[in-house]
């Protein structure tokens, strides 16, 4: 929630979010940097170490969203379509949205969709979730860490 002064805001939960996420840069660096030097770092489990690091940025963002909308009486659905646009459609609220939902529930879908990719065996909610995200990028292994760098 943030406060509105007659000169200006003061946003608490920006300035949280915003230190929240120097010390996910500098763990993500630290990260890059056993990446930059192992010769596998798929099979070290450093990819999913970075997976996780970025699926927490997006519940960051989702939460500061929440508390965003939630403190100005705004619909979530209406509050995750205003803003910038990405080039692919999509509102940044509503995939920074998908990509924390992604992230948090993932593991909870069905074991076959994940393996095949195939969306048809989601229900509607995944399957707007994956919509949302490949309007920005494909459904990987690492769709949240593919997700954050772009």
Do not use: H
């Given at each position: 929630?943030?406060?509105?002064?007659?000169?200006?805001?003061?946003?608490?939960?920006?300035?949280?979010?915003?230190d929240l996420f120097s010390l996910l840069d500098e763990w993500l660096d630290r990260l890059?940097?056993?990446?930059?030097?192992?010769?596998?770092?798929?099979?070290?489990?450093?990819?999913?170490?970075?997976?996780?690091?970025?699926?927490?940025?997006?519940?960051a963002c989702q939460r500061y969203l929440a508390s965003t909308y939630g403190s100005n009486d705004l619909r979530k659905d209406v509050a995750l379509e205003l803003g910038p646009h990405h080039s692919g459609g999509e509102s940044y609220a509503s995939i920074l949205h998908a990509a924390a939902n992604y992230w948090k529930h993932?593991?909870?879908?069905?074991?076959?969709?994940?393996?095949?990719?195939?969306?048809a065996q989601?229900?509607?909610?995944?399957?707007r979730t994956i919509r949302i995200i490949e309007s920005v990028t494909s459904w990987s292994d690492y769709t949240c860490r593919i997700c954050c760098a772009n």
């Open positions: 929630m943030y406060l509105k002064f007659d000169d200006g805001f003061n946003d608490y939960d920006l300035d949280f979010v915003r890059q940097e056993r990446i930059d030097e192992c010769f596998d770092p798929d099979q070290w489990g450093l990819f999913d170490e970075a997976e996780y690091i970025a699926g927490m940025g997006f519940v993932v593991d909870e879908w069905d074991a076959s969709a994940k393996i095949t990719r195939d969306v989601l229900n509607d909610r995944q399957q």
